[in-house]
């Protein structure tokens, strides 16, 4: 079947991406001379990966069979995220210095405004990037750490000590829309941002499919959240995963390359057994039943 050619209209679009993309990546990235020395002498590595983005953006149910049946939900009694004042609770209990003035003054002022999708089951409190360390991996331990502690050592971490700068990193699609939301809400350590913890409503359930088919079905300014702030939602909703039948958690927001290649072909993952907290790192192609991708929204400024 031939193709229906593009548009001037679309086309005219096209190019105003890639000005307005031009421009907000060289003031985000800082480079000076030899930064951008060196990313001239990588051209063509720069001219592929913009030709692959394009390429894997514009082909939409490219995994459309790795779904399957599942009947899993939340058993433990979560239904919706606690008060904000009892999450920022919970967090300060383990860092005492976060200071939580500026969002709570959001979440009044602000959040209280905001239009949302039907699928966001409430406002959560995450910690923002950097308040622990620069590396994605340090910040990660951190959370893991008082899941141990809040869970009374019933917790165990499948893949303690593997993670490093090269083989653990943010998914980019998510690192751009956390960048969004730090820069939407007031300088602070912490951030309120809405989400859903696995299932995604019925009419467009998460729970039935692998995180690489989850990510092509995100819906506008939704993103896979990282391990990070999934740990941190887990550390103040105890009660979203108590049960072997809870539904597990995948981390559609971050990519593990086990090799320490360039395969970044697993997600990490929430799950429950033996009476713990499991943490560990699944295949982004392998659906399974027992598993729903945890997600955000970006509100629309």
Not at 141 to 166: M, P, S, T, W
Not at 232 to 250: P, S
Not at 265 to 270: I, L, N
Request: net charge negative; aromatic share 12%; proline share 4%.
């Amino acid at each position: 079947m031939a193709k229906t050619l593009i548009t001037s209209g679309q086309e005219k679009q096209y190019k105003r991406f890639f000005d307005d993309a031009r421009d907000k990546a060289l003031k985000e990235a800082n480079l000076g001379k030899d930064g951008m020395q060196k990313l001239i002498e990588k051209g063509d590595e720069f001219q592929l990966r913009i030709m692959i983005a394009i390429k894997e953006l514009s082909v939409s149910n490219q995994f459309a069979d790795e779904e399957v049946e599942s009947s899993y939900g939340y058993l433990s009694g979560y239904d919706k995220p606690c008060s904000i004042e009892n999450q920022i609770s919970i967090l300060r209990s383990h860092w005492p210095n976060l200071n939580p003035d500026k969002a709570i003054c959001y979440m009044r002022e602000v959040y209280s405004t905001l239009q949302l999708p039907d699928w966001i089951e409430g406002s959560f409190v995450w910690i923002r990037p950097g308040f622990f360390s620069d590396k994605h991996y340090e910040e990660l331990e951190e959370i893991l750490k008082a899941i141990r502690k809040d869970r009374k050592g019933k917790f165990c971490n499948y893949r303690e000590g593997q993670f490093n700068i090269d083989n653990f990193r943010q998914y980019e699609h998510a690192t751009l829309a956390l960048c969004r939301i730090v820069e939407q809400q007031p300088e602070s350590d912490l951030l309120i941002v809405p989400a859903q913890f696995g299932m995604h409503g019925q009419s467009t359930p998460h729970i039935t499919c692998s995180v690489r088919r989850v990510r092509e079905k995100f819906v506008v300014s939704e993103f896979g959240i990282n391990s990070k702030d999934t740990g941190t939602m887990i550390l103040t909703n105890e009660n979203r995963l108590q049960h072997y039948d809870d539904l597990w958690i995948n981390c559609a927001g971050d990519e593990y390359a086990p090799d320490a290649g360039d395969d970044f072909s697993r997600a990490p993952c929430f799950s429950f057994g033996g009476g713990k907290v499991r943490f560990g790192a699944g295949r982004i192609d392998d659906p399974d039943a027992y598993y729903g991708s945890v997600s955000g929204f970006v509100p629309q400024s």
